[in-house]
C-alpha cells in the first residue's frame, strides 16, 4: 500500500526558513517524481517544486532561489527546504508523488501547514 507521510510544517517568521519531509512507503513500483503544491485560502493549488527519477528540478517562479527540493532515493524520502520565507508562502504543503506500477498513478500527502509571520 502507498502511503505518504509529511513532516516539518509549522509556525516561522519572516525570512526565516523550514525543511520539509515526505517519506513514500509501499513497495513494486518506480518513482517517476516527487514534489509540493501548496495551497493558501482563497487561492488555487499551486505547483512549488518537482523533482523527477532523473533528478531534473523544476520551481515556481515565487520560490526560486529561496526553496530547494532534493530526495534521498534509499529512503524513498523527498525534502523541501525553504529559505527567505515570506508571509505570503504561508499555505498547506501538500506533497505528491507519481508512480509507476506500471501504470503511472498519482498519490497525495494530507497536507501540513506553513505559516509565516510578518
Known amino acids: 500500500q502507498v502511503q505518504l507521510v509529511e513532516s516539518g510544517g509549522g509556525l516561522v517568521q519572516s525570512g526565516g526558513a523550514l525543511k520539509l519531509s515526505c517519506a513514500l512507503s509501499g513497495s513494486g513500483f518506480a518513482i517517476y517524481a516527487m514534489g509540493w503544491y501548496r495551497q493558501a485560502p482563497g487561492k488555487q493549488r499551486e505547483l512549488v517544486a518537482v523533482?523527477?527519477?532523473?533528478?531534473?528540478?523544476n520551481y515556481a517562479d515565487s520560490v526560486k532561489g529561496r526553496f530547494t527540493i532534493s530526495r534521498d532515493n534509499a529512503k524513498n524520502t523527498v525534502y523541501l527546504q525553504m529559505n527567505s520565507l515570506k508571509p505570503e508562502d504561508t499555505a498547506v504543503y501538500s506533497c505528491?508523488?507519481?508512480?509507476?506500477?506500471?501504470?503511472?498513478?498519482?498519490?497525495w500527502g494530507q497536507g501540513t501547514q506553513v505559516t509565516v509571520s510578518s
Open positions: 523533482i523527477t527519477g532523473g533528478r531534473s528540478t
Open positions: 505528491y508523488t507519481k508512480i509507476i506500477a506500471p501504470s503511472i498513478t498519482e498519490y
